[in-house]
Each structure stands twice: as C-alpha cells, then as structure tokens.
C-alpha cells in the first residue's frame, strides 16, 4: 500500500480522483478524428515542425517500462533524430497506476510553461525509481514532488493546490486519453509513426528503419 502524504501538498492530493475519469466532458473538445492520429493545438512537441516524420509518444510517468524507455532510448532519438531536424516527437500522457502519483506528476508538467513541459517530464522519469520507492515504501514521497513542482514554476502551497484542482488541466489530459483509446492503444508505451500504430522495438534503430520505409 503507498505510503501517506504529509505536509501542503497532502491536500492538493486529495483532490485527486482515484481513477482518471476518461469519459469526462470536454469544454470545447477539439475534432478528435483529426487529432487522433496528428499533432493538436494542445500538444506538447519537441523538434521541427518542418520534420519530414512525426512520432506520437504515449506513456505514464510510475510505468517503469516506460521508464526503461527514457532511461535507455530517449536521449539517443533525441539527439541524432530530434534535434536534426528529421523526427517530431509528441508526448501524450497516460497515467497508470499508482493513478494519484501519475496525474500529480502529468497535471504539474500541464501547469508549466509550455516550453517546459518536456523538462519537466523528463525530470519526472529522472526520479520515477525514487517516487515509486518512496511512496510504497512510506519516505518522502513528497520531496520529490516538491521538486518537479519547482521545476514546473510551481513555487507555493497555493500554486501546488490550483495546479492539481485545476478541471482544465485534468480536461486536457482525460482528451489525450481518449484519443489513445480511438487509436486502439491500452498499453503504455506506445507509439503513433506518421499516422500508424508502431509494432515491434521503439528504439532509434526500430525508428530509423520506419524513416527508411517512408
């Protein structure tokens, strides 16, 4: 069982739901058959918009596949795919279980500033062995969540608690899931390569051969 919360923060946990409410209304819902498969106004993205390809990139801060994921593959397609211009990538968040830990994490990355939003989910996989260790362990959970705060420009109790009770920001993220849903995705990680579902490995290698096959 995960540990208790202390401190501030406790109450902005509280009003977390148990479960992410993914049939939740949407104010203004965009078009989900065009964005299902392509890039939203709402979207977060990193690389050239004039990228010749583009990866949509489903997974959950606490899934520790999608961990391994970060930890082994990210820097690498971001370095020789991303930041030369030949590969878009969009993160779409899907939160797992433990739900509470995953949407604090994914609603304090919404809350930033949208250029931003990338570091503050890369520091969150950074941490993930840490949060998952200390939350079923009873430590400090809340330290770390402190900090991906301070990362998002979070800097107050206040801050901390609007973010987290924010029906928007938790819209945003329940519209992402849905259109993982309409995609057929249930499963995190998963990817969308130029409009397809991948198959297979997800490494720069698995990516480069979708590349040359295009």
Known sequence: QIGLFF??????FTALPAHAQYSTPIPDQLPESEYVYGEAPNDHAVGSVDAAHTMILYASNVCPAC????ANHWETIKTELV???RL???FRP?????VQLSLTGFLMAECAPKADYMTVIEDQFARQSAILEAAYNRGNVKAEYDA???????????AISACLSNPE????????????SA?????VPSFIFDGEVMDGDHDADAIRGWMDRR
């Open 148 to 158: 991906i705060a301070a990362g998002a420009g979070l800097v107050s109790d206040e």
């Open 83 to 85: 930041e030369t211009g």
């Open 94 to 98: 899907m939160p797992t279980e433990p």
């Open 7 to 12: 401190g501030p923060l406790a109450f902005a």
């Open 169 to 180: 920001m938790m819209a945003i993220i329940n519209q992402k899931n849905e259109w993982a």
């Open 183 to 187: 995609a057929g995705i249930n499963a």
């Open 67 to 70: 961990g391994y994921w970060f």
């Open 88 to 90: 878009r990538v969009i």
